[in-house]
């Protein structure tokens, strides 16, 4: 929230089908990062991404793709490998600081299959 | 990695009473813990975290404690308000794991008039 915009709000998948989850911030933090959150479980972190152009895979990247062409923007890719993609997912930005953790969080989008 | 337990999953405490949360850990080396809060259908949002520096840190009715010993932190909310029904997250860090943040499970406070 506060500068953090995730779109859509809920999206419906069906079966075989990429779907993309957007994440643009003006924060002008340098780290993005996608959680998955599932009812009853903690945050899993899927991707993050420190500098334009490069990301790294977190705890559970498999069925998932990013990119980060721009600072701004980290979006994510539920591909069809993925088969129980139903959560709700949270993009988050760090600005990196060498004595800095604190993570910002979007207002999340819901996404089902159908 | 790190392993964090947070107790209890729900939590019901009556308007005006206090509600405490508490969270463990495993890594010895983690020394960031923060506490999150979050509303329904929103993202969480940071309330107060704490530095293995130090013990105690309070903001208002809220309060966060450290023991490093037993590597156990916990957040005490006092006077509780309606407001405060959430589902609050724990979450540690170790040193120069900057992006791998291990949050709790979550504790779904309600608290009733």
């Not at chain 1, 972190?45 to 498999?62: C, H, M, P, T």
């Amino acid at each position: 929230d506060g500068g953090i915009t995730q779109s859509p709000k809920y999206l419906f998948r069906k079966e075989g089908q990429n779907v993309t989850l957007s994440c643009e911030q003006n924060l002008n933090h340098d780290a993005m990062y996608w959680y998955r959150q599932d009812p009853g479980q903690g945050l899993r972190l899927i991707y993050y991404s420190q500098i334009v152009n490069d990301f790294q895979k977190g705890d559970i990247a498999e069925g998932y793709s990013v990119s980060r062409e721009k600072k701004e923007s980290f979006p994510l890719t539920v591909t069809s490998a993925q088969k129980n993609p139903t959560a709700f997912y949270l993009c988050a930005t760090r600005r990196l600081l060498s004595t800095n953790e604190k993570l910002f969080f979007g207002s999340g989008t819901q996404l089902s299959v159908l | 990695g790190e392993n964090v337990e947070q107790h209890p999953s729900t939590l019901s405490v009556q308007e005006g009473d206090s509600a405490v949360i508490k969270c463990t850990y495993s890594d010895s080396a983690s020394n960031y813990f923060p506490w999150y809060k979050q509303e329904l259908g929103k993202g969480p949002q940071l309330i107060i975290d704490i530095r293995s520096n130090v013990g105690e840190k309070k903001d208002q009715r809220i309060a966060v404690t450290l023991n490093k010993t037993a590597k156990h932190f916990s957040l005490h909310i006092t006077e509780t308000q309606p407001e405060d029904s959430a589902v609050y997250f724990c979450a540690a860090i170790p040193t120069g794991g900057g992006n791998k943040l291990t949050f709790g499970t979550g504790t779904q406070l309600k608290v009733e008039l």
